[in-house]
C-alpha cells in the first residue's frame, strides 16, 4: 500500500529527529513536490489536451479583442482548479489534416512579437509561443499559432504543471496519496527539508542521497529519472532550432511537407 501524505510527513519527521514539526513537514513536503514539478518532466505531472479548436483568425496580438490567443486550461479536477495548479511548459503540438501530421515548434514571444500580423498570413501554422504576461502565479497561459489557421483545426497538445499542494485537511484526513510516485524519495526530501529548518548537520547527507555525489553515486532521483518512461530501447536523437536548422526552410508546410 502507498503511504498517504501523513504518513510520509510523520516518517520525516522522525528521521529529521523533530517529531513536533508537523506542520513544517507538510509545507516541506508541499515544496519537495513543487521542486519536483519544476526541476524534471515527470509523466506523473503531465498531461494532454486532445481536439484543441483552433478557428480561422487574421493574426492579432496579444490583448487585442478577437485575437489568436488561445487560453491553456488546466485539468478539469474540481480539486486541481480549486486549488490553482500551475502551467509549467508546453512539451508539444501537432495536429492532423488528411493523414498529414503537423508537428509545431515552439518560438519565444521575443521572436513571436517580431513576426508580421496581419491579413493575407493565413496558412498551416509551423510555430507557436506560449505567454504567461499578466500570470505571475502560472495559473493560465496563452497559446498563438504562426501563420494563423486557414482553417478550423483540432490541436493535440503536451503539458507539463505543476500538481495542486495538499491541503491541511487533506494532511488530516489522511486518504491523499501524493502525486509522485517513488515514496523513498518523497520522504527523504521531506525530510531533508526539516533538516534544514532544524540546521540538522545531516542535511548534506540526505541532499547527496537524493541528487548524488559529484563522479559518484548519481543519486536515487536520477536513478529514478533514468527508469522513468525508459527510453533505453530505442535510440535518440538531438534536436537542433528548427527556425536555424530545416530542410526546405523557405517552403511552408502544405499537405505533403509537412513538419
Known amino acids: 500500500m502507498p503511504l498517504t501524505a501523513d504518513q510520509i510527513v510523520t516518517l520525516a519527521c522522525q528521521i529529521a529527529k523533530a517529531p513536533a ?3 513544517q513537514g507538510q509545507q516541506a513536503l508541499n515544496r519537495w513536490l513543487e521542486t519536483l514539478a519544476q526541476d524534471y518532466d515527470l509523466p506523473s505531472a503531465a498531461y494532454t489536451f486532445y481536439n484543441f479548436t483552433i478557428g480561422v483568425n487574421a493574426g492579432k496580438g496579444p490583448g ?9 486550461q488546466l485539468p478539469t479536477s474540481s480539486v486541481l482548479v480549486q486549488n490553482q495548479a500551475k502551467w ?10 488528411s493523414g498529414t501530421i503537423f508537428y509545431l515548434n515552439q518560438i519565444p514571444t521575443s521572436d513571436y512579437d517580431k513576426l508580421f500580423q496581419g491579413p493575407g498570413i493565413s496558412n498551416y501554422p509551423y510555430w507557436y509561443c506560449c505567454d504567461t504576461t499578466g500570470e505571475p502565479n502560472l495559473a ?15 490541436l493535440t497538445i503536451r503539458n507539463q504543471y505543476q500538481p495542486n499542494d495538499i491541503t491541511t485537511a487533506q494532511f488530516t484526513a489522511g486518504a491523499t496519496v501524493p502525486w509522485f510516485p517513488n515514496q523513498d ?11 534544514r529548518i532544524t540546521g540538522d548537520k545531516r542535511y548534506m547527507e540526505f541532499y547527496q542521497r537524493l541528487y548524488g555525489v559529484s563522479g559518484g553515486d548519481p543519486g ?4 529514478y529519472l533514468k527508469m522513468s518512461d525508459d527510453k533505453e530501447n530505442y535510440a535518440q536523437t538531438v534536436k537542433l532550432d528548427p527556425r536555424t536548422f530545416r530542410n526546405m526552410v523557405n517552403v511552408p508546410p502544405t499537405k505533403l511537407t509537412g513538419f
Open 21 to 23: 514539526y508537523v506542520t
Open 64 to 72: 487585442q479583442p478577437a485575437g489568436s490567443w488561445y487560453l491553456l
Open 88 to 97: 509549467l511548459r508546453t512539451k508539444a503540438v501537432f495536429y492532423n489534416v
Open 140 to 154: 493560465t497561459a496563452q497559446v498563438s499559432f504562426y501563420p494563423p489557421p486557414q482553417q478550423q483545426l483540432q
Open 185 to 195: 524519495i518523497l520522504v527523504d526530501g521531506t525530510a531533508m527539508g526539516i533538516m
Open 220 to 223: 536515487s532521483i536520477s536513478r
